[in-house]
């Protein structure tokens, strides 16, 4: 801690308009933080993302009539299988990301094509637990809980495909890449990992909020907003 408040005033106190310390700057890579362009676009759509997400829980809060039954999910269905696969999709990706670190190369292609699979996999199931849904009567125009369902796992299946869109395209160039040419994909492989784990971050959070401890959340949270 120390050193950072050293590293921060030491910085604030800098004269850029004097010729020792232009001299310096001239030296400076012109980074901040050492992360590839791939990362860094990935981190402004964390941003953009998490906005939209946050709107829509806050909407999903302001709109939740107190005595409308929000317990329906809660009962073991698809929904839950389906977050497992997503597990497994992260786990797999890290795999990935471990193995171009080691430089294990025949395991990349494999494990990539894991992810894809699982990743379509959780995107079908989704497809399905929606259809059970409205076989069992539940519309998105039935209440703001399952409206609110639709909306979110629709928009998030959007940034899951938009994701697979990217990791088809650099998937299609690993598998035909020999095993000395794959680590030259390290950067696209270790941006969509993360991209992926963000969607898990997102999946879990709102899992968590609305479907497991869903009145208490609701509760905590209209404290705050009032």
Known sequence: MSNFIKKLFG???QKPWEKEQAEIDNYHEGRTFNISSQKSAVIVIFGVATVLFSL?????????PPEQDTRYLLKPNLLWINTIVLFFVTYYFSKVTNDLKKKQTLKVKKNLIFVGVLSYLFLFGQVIFWFQLMKSGNYASTNSYFSSFYFFTALHGM???GGLFFLGRVSSRVLKLDQSQILDEEKNISAL?????????VWIMFFLMIYIFNDAVIAWCKTLIS
Do not use: A, D, Q, V
Request: proline share 0%.
């Open 159 to 161: 940034h899951l495909l």
């Open 11 to 13: 910085t604030l106190i």
């Open 193 to 201: 990992s993360l991209y992926w784990t963000y969607l898990l971050i």
């Open 56 to 64: 829509i829980f806050t909407g999903y809060l302001y709109t939740l």
